[in-house]
């Protein structure tokens, strides 16, 4: 079966506590197999919840408990860590960004999950941000939640 790629707005909503949170916790519990994750998703995701801290969205207790929560889990197997080939991402970005950005006004690290998930064949592109998840469409993923 194919892998589920997470973008860090998934990610976010997984381990930290926003609207989204129900509806993440769902989805993986649905998908009933490890979601995949990049280095990419590790930094990100540490970022966004360090600078939730820092804009005072989040408490930084709660940031850092996420954060634990997440290495944990990559620790377990409830999320798959994947070795990137990045010159594979970099040009499959290139290549999408050639195609989608100018129209559809995408952020490199959108385009960067979303290529990641092109090059390792997912299944499935997990994502709360409606432009990102229209990127991956385009791009030939299945996307949700």
Request: glycine fraction near 8%; charge should be neutral; charged fraction near 20%.
């Amino acid at each position: 079966m194919a892998a589920s790629f997470a973008d860090t707005s998934f990610l976010f909503s997984l381990y930290g506590n926003d609207v989204h949170t129900e509806r993440a916790e769902a989805w993986a519990r649905q998908i009933g197999r490890p979601i995949t994750v990049t280095v990419l998703n590790r930094y990100e995701l540490g970022n966004a919840m360090r600078f939730a801290a820092f804009r005072k969205v989040i408490a930084e207790a709660d940031a850092l408990s996420s954060l634990s929560a997440f290495e944990g889990d990559l620790l377990t197997g409830h999320l798959h860590p994947v070795s990137e080939d990045f010159p594979a991402i970099i040009e499959e970005a290139r290549r999408l960004s050639g195609l989608y950005t100018m129209r559809g006004g995408h952020r490199s690290f959108d385009m960067l999950h979303v290529a990641a998930a092109k090059v390792f064949r997912a299944g499935m592109f997990l994502s709360f941000d409606a432009g990102q998840r229209k990127l991956a469409v385009a791009a030939g993923l299945a996307a949700g939640p």
